[in-house]
């Protein structure tokens, strides 16, 4: 293993820790603390009504206009776009794909006017930007597998051809939902579809999906989980856990929890999202389930005026030690089909991409997508092809453990 590597490797062991230095910072530096004192007071925006959710999570109904995304520096003159201004078509498909789909949100929603803001302590915000500065190097870095040491980061996904002519303006998928048991809090394991422009080092990312992730949330549910990069070092954040992401949903937000959890050769329960470019705007509309209902977007502000250039679909871990997390169910696809039943493997269908800003939502071809796997032999993609009404599908996972030694 080079040298670097492993400064590297013991640069993320010491962040993350969870060791609290003498000034009573969580592995970020007294610069950092006061930074991060600054982006609480933003998010401490007074709400007209607070909704405490049954899983302990409180969430603020503050006005539409006072939200902490319009804090950032960059949003000063921002109008807020209450919806998109055209919503895609839903396939005729998507009618057999209704019935398993999952509800997320606050039951009935903040009064009109207003959206729901998680209520985040400080303890959770350090340890997220702790853990989004070793994400970040370790998404810069490509740094998938440390060899010789038993954690790392590592993927399983299909992503399509890099093209000179790859243009997309969005893309969807149903992203089958489980709940992975992680080993230690310095763990995360997510199912993800990513939409990049750029080089894998420096890209503008906008990521969305589900994930486990105790580092983040302080618990280990399964939530509803974005990431987005304007460049990595500087504008990047999970969640709304910055200035960024404008909230118009009066009842959904990214970091709630997900409530129907599918069961090894049980029930099976997917979550639909939508990222699109809105033709009007530029904003990046994120929409939910099968009636496109919108939660909200980030705005061409932050990321510039932007054209997809890669699409990935598929999961992630990271983990600082030994053994690995599961990724998905914790079955990769070869185990699946030895079942003989799909409700092993967790699957991702209806992938379909945006390749005219503000037209329809295209089944992927299989010939343009490759296949990435960091550790085939701990976490596979399997299965890709078209299944019937389920239109084009893959299945993502694998156990995990201690595979990689």
């Known amino acids: 293993m080079e040298l670097t590597k492993k400064m590297k490797y013991y640069y993320s062991l010491f962040l993350l820790l969870a060791i609290v230095n003498g000034h009573g910072a969580w592995g970020i530096s007294l610069e950092e603390e006061a930074d991060l004192e600054n982006k609480l007071r933003n998010l401490a925006t007074p709400g007209l009504k607070s909704i405490t959710a049954d899983y302990g999570d409180v969430f603020d109904c503050v006005n539409i ?3 902490p995304s319009l804090n950032h520096p960059l949003m000063g003159d921002h109008i807020i776009q209450m919806r998109p201004s055209s919503f895609p078509e839903p396939s005729m498909d998507d009618v057999s794909m209704r019935s398993e789909s999952v509800e997320v949100g606050v039951k009935k929603g903040c ?22 500065k070793a994400y970040s190097e370790e998404q ?17 996904e299909v992503q399509t051809r890099r093209k000179m002519s790859s243009r997309y303006y969005g893309a969807e998928a149903s992203l089958n939902v489980y709940n992975p048991k992680l080993n230690t809090k310095q763990q995360f394991s997510r199912m993800m579809m ?3 422009y750029g080089n894998e080092d420096t890209s503008t990312s906008i990521e969305v999906g589900w994930a486990v992730f105790p580092g983040l949330y302080n618990d280990t549910l399964t939530r509803l989980h974005a990431f987005w990069r304007g460049d990595y070092d500087d504008r990047s954040c999970f969640d709304t856990m910055c200035p960024g992401f404008v909230q118009v949903s009066s009842r959904i937000t990214v970091g709630m929890k997900i409530s129907r959890i599918s069961n090894y050769l049980g029930n099976q329960y997917d979550i639909k ?24 977007y980030w705005p061409k502000d932050l990321l510039g005026d932007l054209t997809i250039t890669k699409g990935k679909w598929g999961g992630d871990v990271y983990s600082l030690f030994g053994p690995l997390p599961p990724m998905g169910s914790g079955f990769t696809f070869e185990q699946s089909r030895r079942s003989r ?21 295209l089944d992927v071809n299989g010939l343009d997508l490759v296949k990435k796997e960091d550790l085939p032999r701990c976490y596979t993609v399997g299965g890709q092809g078209i299944y019937g009404n389920w239109c084009y599908t893959i ?4 156990y995990g453990g201690l595979c990689n030694w």
């Open 395 to 398: 299945y993502v996972g694998g």
């Open 140 to 156: 810069a870095e490509d740094n998938q597998s440390l060899g010789e040491q038993p954690g790392g980061y590592f993927k399983a």
């Open 273 to 296: 999202l939508t990222v699109s470019r809105d033709p009007a705007s530029g904003h990046w509309w994120l929409l939910y389930g099968w009636k496109n209902e919108p939660i909200g």
């Open 341 to 361: 039943t799909y409700r092993s493997a967790c699957y991702i269908r209806g992938i379909r991409i945006q390749k005219r800003l503000g037209g329809e939502f």
């Open 65 to 67: 206009y006072r939200q």
């Open 194 to 196: 990513k939409l990049r």
């Open 111 to 132: 009064p009109i006017g207003t959206v729901p803001i998680r209520r985040i302590p400080k303890k959770n915000q350090q340890r997220a930007k702790a853990f989004l």
